[in-house]
């Protein structure tokens, strides 16, 4: 099998079995609690396969930074800035865009909207990643 259709074959599979469901716990800092059944990266790092919450920080007006724990929240992994995104239509599942990287690294996260808003948060990477980014091919998934 050539490169390209390991690639394509790689990205299928993982893009459909990338995410469990994902449990809804606050409306009010979003959190999320994913699964993911392969490395994927945020700014700043990398997760292994595992379970992370994803959770607004409780800042009164700042709903701009995203904290990344582990599965039981009991330690913070990341505090991640992030930027406006929106969506055409509210869905009733999380909504997740993820880059597909290129030379076998991990999936990155891109951005992530809450179950039945418009609005979510883009995740922001430095410069250099930003325009990686930009140029590798992009998956929205919903998760439960």
Known sequence: MNTRKMFIT??????????????????YNQAIKLTVDQSV??????????????????????????EVFNSDRSTLLARIQTIATERPEPSEKTAMVLAQRENMQPWAIVSWV?????????????KPEEQELARDKHQAIAAD
């Open 114 to 126: 809450y179950p039945g808003r418009n609005f979510g948060h883009q995740f922001v990477y430095s």
């Open 41 to 66: 990266q945020i700014p700043g790092r990398v997760l292994p396969a595992g379970t992370y919450w994803f959770v607004l920080e409780d800042l009164t007006g700042n709903r701009e930074v995203v």
């Open 10 to 27: 790689l990205g299928l599979a993982l893009a459909s079995v990338i995410m469990l469901p994902a449990a809804r716990a606050d409306d």
